[in-house]
Each structure stands twice: as structure tokens, then as C-alpha cells.
């Protein structure tokens, strides 16, 4: 069983990483939708219609993308904000993914492996019946 100062500093820094998974993540879906927003729209003012279509298929491309991107750590980032064991397992796989994100994906991905993996992390997701 953790001691009371791990599991507060646990405690701390799970709901810093979680409030940072759901900005950071909605940053990205806010880029996607700009994007898309930006290139449909330039698409739709030029008035030709290959532009048009080409850019309409890459804003809905790319804005799917940041959508498919983002998602995921905001659910991830609530789960881990309401301390749910599913939570720590997606936050531990976006942090996989977001180390290819560098600079600020990386050192997001290598917080949230460092406090997603130790220890403590383990028992602090553990349900309160099943605490030792």
C-alpha cells in the first residue's frame, strides 16, 4: 500500500496529466476543425471547381486526422480525472503515440509514461476493495 505522501503526489500529478491530455487533445481538435474551416473555404471563395473539390477532400482529410488524433486523449484525460483503470491504459497509449509529436507531443508522452508506469500508478487505479 502507498504511504500518504506517494499517494498524494500520485494523486497530483494524475490530475496534471489529465487536465494536460484534454487541453492539449482539444487544441488539437480545434486545429483540425480551423483547418478544415480554412481550406474548405478558400476552396469555396476561388470559385474554381477542381480547387474546390481538391480542397474540401484535403481540409476533410487532414481535419479527420487531428479529429482521429485528438479524441482519444481527451477521453483518455477525463478517464483519468475520474481515476478509472481504462483511463491509465488509453493515457498510457496516447503517451506511446504522442512521443512522435515533438517537441511538446514528446515531453508529454515521456510524463505521461513516467507517471502512468511507476509503481504507485498501479495502486492508485486499483479499486479501494482491492487495495492491500
Known amino acids: 500500500m502507498m504511504n500518504q505522501i506517494d ?6 500529478h494524475v ?3 489529465g487536465w494536460l491530455l484534454v487541453v492539449s487533445h482539444i487544441f488539437f481538435l ?22 474546390m473539390m481538391i480542397l474540401s477532400i484535403v481540409g476533410t482529410g487532414v481535419g479527420a486526422l487531428l479529429a ?5 486523449g481527451v477521453i483518455a ?11 491509465r491504459i488509453l493515457a498510457i497509449i496516447v503517451g506511446i503515440l ?3 509529436n515533438f517537441p511538446l507531443g514528446t515531453a508529454v508522452g515521456i510524463y505521461t509514461l513516467w507517471v ?8 492508485y487505479f486499483m479499486p479501494p476493495s482491492e487495495q492491500i
Not at 499517494?7 to 497530483?12: A, I, K, L, V, Y
Not at 482521429?68 to 482519444?72: A, D, F, I, K, Q
Not at 502512468?116 to 495502486?123: E, M, N, Y
Open 7 to 12: 499517494r498524494r503526489q500520485m494523486e497530483q
Open 15 to 17: 490530475q496534471i496529466l
Open 30 to 51: 480545434l486545429i483540425g476543425l480551423f483547418v478544415f474551416t480554412l481550406l474548405t473555404s478558400i476552396g469555396a471563395v476561388s470559385g474554381d471547381r477542381d480547387a
Open 68 to 72: 482521429v488524433l485528438g479524441v482519444p
Open 77 to 87: 484525460g477525463y478517464g483519468l480525472l475520474k481515476r478509472k483503470a481504462w483511463g
Open 98 to 100: 504522442s512521443l512522435a
Open 116 to 123: 502512468l508506469l511507476s509503481p504507485a500508478a498501479i495502486d
